[in-house]
């Protein structure tokens, strides 16, 4: 089992950064893939970025240059730095944890952001 906990989310006015963390526990050992998807109210959820144990990183287009993804492999902990932020990246911030094709994704309870214009 895995526990993720999320932190650093909340209201911003358009222009405005925030750092979201995840910091995950338990059986932690062999975690592949950690990142973030957002669902805004009324649509699915998406994914916003990744990083693998190995450091390849993923963003979604609508992100790129404004995001940036981390992980402290010694904290079991990944962090997304968002500036710039526009009323569009408003939603529920979801942490992920991945044990590759043959293991189980774990996610977090998920952090609000919302961007005012």
């Known amino acids: 089992q895995v526990q993720l906990v999320e932190s650093g989310g909340g209201l911003v006015q358009a222009g405005g950064s925030l750092r979201l963390s995840c910091a995950a526990s338990?059986?932690?050992?062999?975690?592949?893939?950690m990142g973030w998807y957002r669902q805004a109210p009324g649509k699915q959820r998406r994914l916003v970025s990744t990083?693998?144990?190995?450091?390849?990183?993923n963003y979604a287009d609508s992100v790129k240059g404004r995001f940036t993804i981390s992980r402290d492999g010694a904290k079991n902990t990944v962090y997304l730095q968002m500036n710039s932020l526009k009323p569009e990246d408003t939603a529920v911030y979801y942490c992920?944890?991945?044990?590759?094709?043959?293991?189980?994704?774990?996610w977090g309870q998920g952090t609000q952001v919302t961007v005012s214009s």
């Open positions: 992920l944890a991945d044990f590759g094709p043959y293991g189980r994704t774990y």
């Open positions: 338990g059986s932690v050992r062999s975690i592949d893939t």
């Open positions: 990083i693998t144990s190995g450091g390849s990183i």
